[in-house]
């Protein structure tokens, strides 16, 4: 299942849109992006249109044309998740690679990186509804309502917070419990289900003060939803520390096997039941090493490193190549009034190290 704005794409490589998956959120299809501007159409017919190319399961179609805003905003949550996962991993052997073929092989197999892309997709789903709600960009659902503070008759509610109750009930009806019976499905669920949690846990409340001289008189409040870079920061901790249940199979090669009883109960675990009741990502399968090209990843051959950061990690033993260049960048930018900014441009000689094959 895959992914909060846009990051930098200079920053990210390729362009990640093309190539995003939202297996978590769409079953086992691909899901296949449209622009972000759709053609001008009947009006009545665009979001119909729009909806069909993602290639939904019927369910999650019906749900998608109910509303002509919900087409745009799955399209946005697969940007922003696929952007915040190569962020995240940009340091890392694994580094959110999602061209077609190596995501497919990913997928099919209960890795800690799977995981994370399940949780990812369901957070930025998530969060990309709330913020359209309250945007005014979907016409099933407004700004969030007041919340139950304490004190409540102190507070005056006011200014548009992100619905993020409208949001985390159409996430979890769009993705749907699968069959108790088949773990992986229910490990999928579960790690959706983390990302949603995430996004719940970051909710503020955010108040202004309003009055004489700008005492507190009146008190206008409202909920918003952390930035999406702090949920990817909260779920890369998460895959970090991700549990492993019960599986035949530990190797990075071949198919998944039978399920059978894990090793030790994890903590949270009650009764036969391997999935643990906290919010923690799970995984199956321990992750291959990602530093030769497979079915997994391109391999970090080429690669560039950070010297004192991680050449070592990257580069998997196998050393770094260093390359010197010079390069010309704006420097000493002052902000000139009225409206631009003026820079000197700044010649410097830099080292570039790559990974060895």
């Known amino acids: 299942g895959l992914p909060g704005s846009l990051l930098c794409r200079k920053l990210l490589g390729a362009n990640p849109v093309a190539t995003m998956p939202l297996r978590g959120l769409t079953g086992s299809e691909p899901l296949t992006i449209l622009p972000l501007t759709l053609e001008p159409e009947a009006a009545a017919q665009a979001h119909y249109k729009a ?16 509303d002509p805003g ?3 905003t799955l399209v946005e949550a697969v940007s922003m998740s696929a ?123 955010t108040c202004k003060c309003h009055g004489v001289s700008g005492s507190c008189t009146v008190r206008t409040c409202w909920r918003q939803l952390a930035p999406f870079h702090e949920v990817g920061k909260r779920l890369k901790h998460k895959y970090e520390t991700a549990l492993k249940v019960g599986s035949t199979t530990n190797e990075a090669t071949g198919e998944a096997g039978a399920i059978s009883p894990p090793r030790g109960r994890a903590t949270g675990t009650s009764g036969s039941d391997p999935l643990p009741r906290t919010p923690e990502l799970v995984h199956l399968d321990d992750s291959p090493s990602f530093c030769l090209a497979s079915r997994f990843s391109p391999g970090t051959a080429g690669r560039r490193c950070h010297r004192e950061k991680n050449c070592e990690s990257i580069c998997c033993g196998r050393g770094h190549n260093t390359q010197s260049r010079v390069v010309t960048r704006p420097c000493q930018c002052q902000v000139r009034w009225c409206c631009y900014v003026e820079c000197r441009q700044c010649t410097q000689r830099e080292e570039v190290y790559t990974c060895k094959s």
């Open 51 to 66: 909806c069909d190319r993602l290639k939904l399961e019927r369910k999650q179609r019906r749900m998608c044309r109910r």
């Open 83 to 205: 952007l915040e996962c190569q962020y995240q991993f940009r340091f890392e052997r694994w580094n959110c690679t999602l061209e077609g073929r190596y995501r497919a092989s990913l997928l099919k197999r209960g890795f800690k990186e799977t995981a994370f892309l399940y949780a990812i997709s369901s957070a930025g789903l998530t969060h990309a509804l709330a913020k359209a709600c309250s945007a005014g960009r979907m016409e099933r659902c407004t700004c969030d309502e007041a919340p139950d503070l304490e004190n409540r008759e102190a507070w005056q509610w006011g200014g548009c917070g992100d619905n993020l109750k409208y949001s985390s009930k159409f996430v979890k009806e769009f993705l749907g419990r699968r069959s108790s019976k088949d773990l992986r499905a229910r490990v999928d669920f579960h790690n959706n289900l983390v990302g949603v949690k995430v996004i719940k846990a970051g909710v503020e409340t």
């Open 70 to 72: 919900v087409a745009e």
